[in-house]
């Protein structure tokens, strides 16, 4: 799993009513939520426009893999707005976040120290100032890649250099993110 869907799947995580199961509903949802109606969500699934009028009359029960996934993934990202945004400000302000990680990490440091890279577990709780930087870097856009070394980084000051108190020139290199989950 990428650093963005556990991000996602953490703020996500908030939501006060359960998504719509069924893909007739999934598909209504959809329809209510577009102005242009059958046609923009048929665009938007890639899929003909009688096509989403047969969901929409649950005359379709059972849509074909991709679609089911596609479908359930612009329901999730439109469900509930609000309550994603409000676990986002509490994360930034006042909670921060708990992430629990197993990657590799190695070191650059100071000559005659430990610098090999090796597997760790951290379950950490990260305060309000390293998630909002996150946080900020996920709605900004970043890649993976990037969020991975934003990641890294967050760790690197919070669990290893202690947020300032120790391990002062120590630079993390993270190589490889094994699991990673985020939660509010």
């Given at each position: 799993?990428?650093?963005?869907?556990?991000?996602h799947?953490?703020l996500t995580?908030?939501?006060?009513?359960?998504?719509?199961?069924?893909?007739?509903a999934?598909?209504?949802?959809l329809?209510?939520?577009?102005?242009g109606?059958?046609?923009?969500?048929?665009?938007?699934l890639?899929?003909?426009?009688r096509?989403?009028?047969?969901?929409?009359?649950?005359?379709i029960?059972?849509?074909?893999a991709g679609?089911?996934?596609?479908?359930t993934?612009?329901?999730?990202?439109?469900?509930q707005?609000?309550?994603p945004?409000?676990?986002?400000?509490?994360?930034s302000?006042?909670?921060?976040?708990t992430?629990?990680v197993?990657?590799?990490?190695?070191?650059?440091a100071a000559?005659?120290?430990?610098?090999?890279?090796?597997t760790?577990?951290?379950?950490l709780?990260?305060p309000?100032?390293?998630?909002?930087r996150?946080?900020?870097?996920?709605?900004?856009?970043?890649?993976?890649?990037?969020?991975?070394?934003?990641?890294?980084?967050?760790?690197?000051?919070?669990?290893?250099?202690?947020?300032?108190?120790?391990?002062?020139?120590?630079?993390?290199?993270?190589t490889?993110?094994?699991?990673?989950?985020?939660?509010?």
């Open positions: 799993m990428t650093i963005d869907a556990a991000l799947d953490a995580g908030a939501f006060t009513r359960p998504i719509p199961k069924s893909a007739g999934q598909v209504r949802y329809v209510r939520q577009h102005q109606g059958t046609r923009a969500v048929a665009t938007l890639g899929v003909s426009q096509t989403v009028e047969r969901y929409v009359r649950d005359q029960k059972r849509p074909r679609l089911a996934e596609k479908t993934a612009e329901v999730r990202r439109r469900w707005p609000q309550v945004a409000r676990a986002r400000k509490a994360a302000t006042t909670e921060g976040l992430i629990d197993r990657a590799r990490f190695g070191f650059t000559p005659g120290t430990t610098d090999d890279a090796r760790r577990h951290l379950p709780a990260l309000p100032h390293p998630a909002t996150l946080l900020d870097a996920q709605a900004a856009g970043a890649t993976d890649h990037e969020l991975q070394r934003a990641t890294a980084d967050v760790l690197g000051q919070v669990y290893f250099r202690d947020g300032g108190h120790r391990a002062h020139g120590l630079d993390i290199e993270r490889a993110f094994e699991r990673t989950a985020f939660e509010l």
